[in-house]
């Protein structure tokens, strides 16, 4: 029984002790309300599975409340978990519950009516749902009184522009419809609260307020070479913590090295045979993807352009659920890169293959249907099974699976632990770069849409139950229909019930999350890379996020599992530090790239020159690495441009690598970073020390990116002599060779 159960139960009691026999007197339903379910009893979140049986309040994880669908409202009396607030009855009290919307956006109030004595129970939710407050013995005429004040000070219904939404506008238009907000389908000549767009940031321009749910960059950042480039610098620092990201190579710069690599494995070692998956950098939905044995069947070019692609070692033993593999989509929301917040739907699917799973042999590799579990790919199969059912079927829900695995004895909670920390990991892997694009289309001071997104993240669990990352996808898919074939060729969209349970409750949660009157949780956010760790996360009771005035609603779908576990994962954010010098000396509004003088600023800002390592080095190690990073772009014109236009923040976080390594020769890499970190970070709290008592006694003072660029002006020095160049680059391609990047097995099979 939920605390809200509990706590209204004691109240019912207390009022009988008085004297006010409610049994008799039937209900007095002024407004019926259907109360959710709590929230531990929703999800696959393991707080609240257990095997069936044990735990009756919390055997039901169907999620069947959640979500609902205009043909489906009734459908929720079947939710075994669900109770409704009539259930009350059955604890000897006979009452009927109104909930007064909150209407000024201070607090949800609950009145309990007891028939026929004109007295009330009323109370306070709590933004968790609990009832607080009680205020026993209040006229029925008086709490109206109230309520039409209150209406009179009814909050402006939230806006959406939902004009851009495309394929997510049924799902969208359903949760809209649940909250009460207002719908803005054509778009608005004034500023709506919340855009709603289909695909990138750029879909609607000129956005200028209220919130947006794409961030600038996320397509960019979550490609597949540039999501593996991401998780293998952390891979670097943290090869333990992020070793849920099958080992890659990126085609086709580290063609070579994948040869090279693979040919010595089989050599140590002749009863080693591999298999690797590529897949095409820009792909979605299983195009263009293949399995291959041996790196001369990789199919390098595209007519004359070598083909951009990421090639992993493909995991050969995955769990089975019916002899099919399949794999997890979850659906994450980053609420904000600033302070970051993550969010994890508690509910999520599963896609299942069509063709019985055999570990890859020379015959097998090219059945998808066996390997692939893209829906878009097995909804072309004879034997995929449409169900309406959570439970079986091609598509099931993630609570589904999780509930069915539980009751084979698997730990779940531990599953689910580690599906946690694995979201948590790679969002702080692609958090730096992202603050890069952020800054750059929404910089400081410029008015602008705050944003926000839901991703969908791919995840496989091996054999042994350890989940493994397939990819991050900036555009989930949020239909609600799938496509029948209605008469041989001809495919109609018809309305799929997994979908729509799972995918409204997501959005519409996230609007919660997202509602501009939400009064926002204090949030205490320690610096980024300070302090303990301890990755394992423990498993608390749920605090149920409602906002005050969602009475009706059920709890939310989304948990908030960052800055929840700050204090497990924040000693990973250190390229996010890395990023916030790159930022600090980017300068410019809208620039992304630091050019050869701003480099050099930062070196002498922070003090990093001296005389075994002088500004003509400096100079070369910039000139170095730029092309290097510039040789790594498909198009040769691009690259050239590049290697003029600047440094990246990839290519800024190896010229940081090497020159914590130079600097802190006998550390790890991991504690060479953090020295050269704390050490720039030291220098720049000194240097605006000075500038801040500059600044003061000269009224003109320039804002800081602009101070620090111009510091570097004076002096350009670009030129260096030849045989200094020469060791510096030595020097650089030494620290390159030694560098472990793909050389680690990141997962055993
Ligand atoms: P896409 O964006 O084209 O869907 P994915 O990376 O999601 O590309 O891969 C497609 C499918 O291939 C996945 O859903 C999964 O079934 C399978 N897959 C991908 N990577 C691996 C891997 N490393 N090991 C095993 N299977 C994989």
Redesign the pocket.
């Known amino acids: 029984m939920s605390d809200h159960y509990v706590k209204v139960k004691v109240q019912l009691e207390q009022m009988k002790s008085c004297g006010e026999d409610a049994e008799k007197e039937g209900v007095d339903a002024e407004e019926q309300l259907s109360v959710s379910s709590p929230p531990d009893s929703v999800s696959p979140d393991p707080t609240s599975i257990s095997v069936a049986g044990r735990d009756e309040s919390n055997t039901s994880i169907t999620c069947k409340h959640r979500g609902k669908s205009r043909s489906k409202q009734g459908k929720d009396d079947k939710n075994s978990s669900g109770k409704h607030i009539s259930d009350l009855s059955l604890h000897g009290s006979v009452v009927s519950a109104h909930v007064g919307k909150n209407l000024n956006g201070l607090g949800q109030e609950r009145t309990l009516h007891i028939k026929g004595t004109g007295k009330i129970l009323q109370g306070k939710s709590e933004t968790n749902g609990n009832f607080v407050t009680i205020h026993a013995s209040k006229s029925i005429q008086d709490t109206r009184r109230e309520d039409g004040f209150k209406l009179a000070r009814k909050r402006r219904p939230v806006t959406v522009d939902t004009s851009k939404a495309k394929t997510s506008l049924e799902a969208l238009k359903i949760s809209i419809k649940q909250l009460k907000w207002k719908e803005f389908p054509l778009g608005r000549r004034a500023a709506c609260d919340i855009y709603w767009h289909g695909v990138s940031f750029h879909d609607n321009e000129n956005i200028i307020s209220g919130q947006v749910n794409k961030f600038p960059g996320m397509i960019e950042m979550l490609r ?1 070479i540039n999501m593996s480039r991401a998780v293998r610098t952390m891979q670097e620092l943290f090869p333990e913590e992020y070793n849920f990201y ?1 080992r890659s190579w990126i085609l086709p710069e580290e063609y070579q090295q994948f040869s090279t690599q693979i040919r010595m494995v089989k050599e140590n070692d002749c009863t080693v045979n591999p298999t ?2 590529v ?2 950098d820009g ?7 293949y399995l291959i044995r041996d790196p001369s069947d990789l199919k390098l070019m595209a007519g004359s352009q070598a083909k951009q692609a990421v090639v ?5 033993k ?1 769990l089975l659920i019916d002899k099919l ?1 399949f ?1 997890i989509r979850l659906y994450v929301l980053i609420k904000s890169l600033e302070p970051l917040e993550i969010y994890i739907a508690k509910e999520g699917l599963t ?1 299942f ?1 069509t063709e019985p799973y055999q570990e890859p042999s020379q015959k097998n590799l090219s059945h998808v249907f066996m ?4 829906y ?1 790919l097995n909804v072309h199969s004879g034997n995929f099974v449409h169900s309406d059912s959570q439970s079986t079927g091609s598509k099931r829900t993630l609570s589904s699976v999780l509930y069915r695995l539980a009751a084979k004895g698997v730990d779940i909670k531990k599953v689910w632990s580690d599906i946690i920390a694995l979201v948590i990991k790679t969002v702080i892997a692609v958090v730096p770069e992202l603050k890069v694009y952020y800054q750059a289309d929404i910089p400081p001071g410029k008015p602008g849409p705050t944003c926000f997104q839901i991703l969908g993240f ?1 995840i ?1 669990l091996m054999k042994n139950l350890k989940p ?1 990352l ?2 991050v ?1 900036s555009n989930p898919s949020m239909r609600i229909e799938h496509e029948k074939e209605v008469a041989p060729g001809v495919f109609e969209y018809v309305p799929s019930p997994v979908d729509e349970e799972v995918k409204v409750g997501v959005i519409r949660d996230t609007l919660r999350l997202m509602d501009p009157g939400h009064k926002k949780p204090a949030i205490s956010q320690p610096r980024p890379g300070g302090s303990e760790h301890r990755e394992e996360i423990p498993i608390e009771a749920e605090t149920q996020e409602r906002s005050p005035d969602e009475g009706a609603l059920p709890s939310l779908c989304l948990k908030q599992v960052y800055p929840k576990y700050t204090k497990q994962f924040n000693y990973l954010r250190l390229v996010e530090r890395i990023a916030a010098l790159f930022i600090r000396f980017l300068g410019v509004k809208g620039n992304m790239r630091l050019g050869p003088t701003a480099f050099r600023t930062f070196i002498r800002t922070c003090k990093l020159s001296n005389s075994n390592f002088t500004m003509a080095s400096v100079d070369i190690l910039y000139i170095d690495i730029t092309r290097r990073w510039s040789g790594t772009m498909p198009d040769s014109r691009e690259a050239a441009t590049l290697c003029f236009s600047g440094m990246g923040l990839q290519a800024f976080v190896e010229a940081f690598f090497f020159l914590a390594g130079r600097r802190f020769k006998s550390l790890v890499l991991r504690e060479q970073v953090v020295s050269l970190l704390e050490l720039c970070e030291a220098q720049l709290q000194s240097q605006s020390g000075v500038e801040d008592r500059r600044s003061v006694s000269c009224s003109r003072a320039l804002p800081r990116a602009v101070k620090t660029q111009t510091l570097g002006l004076t002096n350009p020095q670009l030129g260096s002599p030849a045989p200094l160049r020469r060791a510096v680059s030595q020097d650089y391609r030494l620290h390159q060779r030694l560098k472990p990047r793909t050389l680690r097995a990141n ?1 055993e099979n």
């Open positions: 597949k099958p690797f998956i897949k095409p792909g979605s939905q299983g195009d263009g993807i992993q070692e493909y995991i050969q995955p593999k794999d896609r293959c390997h692939l579990t893209n878009s791919d496989l493994v397939l990819e996808n997962v």
